[in-house]
């Protein structure tokens, strides 16, 4: 793969390689290839002017400060790796502005009836995986993650193994959900209790696609849109 006048072959393989050896997560390697292939698609030389103009080019567009940060973060991985000094500055990130949910809301969120024209078993599916994290606290992508071997009902846990911060861990199942949970695992056809039915970007340890932000935005907004809740 050449890049315009800098012929300069992107190394995707031995790259993804020295990113395992350093310990990174398959989805986050993903992301740092899947930004270097965006890259070369624009045909943008790698030398740090021409990427400064394809990320002001970016921003001009509308893009976020978190997008552009993640062509930044994987351009200062990947010179690092070449010997190359690709650091660009960061971009201001946006504020967010972050809401909870009161009791109330939370019970009316998790109790929604399957709306007209949805398929019921996939409503079911995501009904099991909002509960989870409601319950627990554990974030989407953990949840998203989690096997069958993971689920231990005599001790009353989940194990955590793909975490955010990397660092495997813990979390209490409380018994309102252990009922559903059961269920849900005994319908599985696959060890990983919510596998994508699309493909999806987020991959398992062990390269099966589980669901992805995609998905669990999709239905987070569709069941706010329900309620005529607004959150982010």
């Known amino acids: 793969f050449l890049l315009n006048d800098m012929m300069h072959t992107i190394r995707y393989d031995e790259f993804a390689a020295h990113l395992t050896r350093e310990g990174r997560r398959n989805t986050t390697i993903r992301k740092h290839l899947n930004s270097l292939h965006y890259i070369e698609r624009q045909q943008i030389p790698l030398e740090k002017s021409s ?5 002001i080019r970016l921003k001009g567009e509308g893009k976020s400060g978190a997008y552009l940060n993640s062509f930044v973060f994987t351009l200062r991985l990947y010179g690092q790796y070449i010997g190359k ?15 909870t949910m009161s009791d ?3 019970e009316a969120f998790l109790g929604l009836s399957c709306p007209k024209g949805a398929e019921k078993n996939h409503w079911a599916i995501f009904t099991v995986f909002w ?3 409601a319950f627990t606290g554990m974030r989407p992508g953990e949840t998203a993650h989690l096997k069958t071997d993971d689920i231990d009902f005599g ?9 955010k911060t990397n660092q495997p861990g ?6 309102n959900i252990k009922e559903i949970v059961r269920v849900h695992i005994e319908k599985l056809a696959s060890d990983y209790l919510f ?6 970007k987020h991959y398992s340890a062990g390269g099966e696609a589980v669901i992805d932000n995609v998905d669990w935005h999709y239905d987070w907004k569709k069941r706010l849109k329900a309620l005529d809740l607004k959150r982010l």
């Open 51 to 55: 990427l400064e103009s394809f990320l």
């Open 85 to 99: 000094d690709l650091r660009l500055k960061e971009f201001k990130r946006e504020p967010t502005i972050k809401a």
């Open 104 to 106: 109330e809301e939370i």
């Open 131 to 133: 509960s989870i994290c």
């Open 155 to 163: 001790r009353g846990v989940f194990y955590i193994r793909q975490s």
């Open 170 to 175: 813990i979390s209490p199942i409380p018994n």
């Open 195 to 200: 596998p994508s039915r699309r493909g999806g």
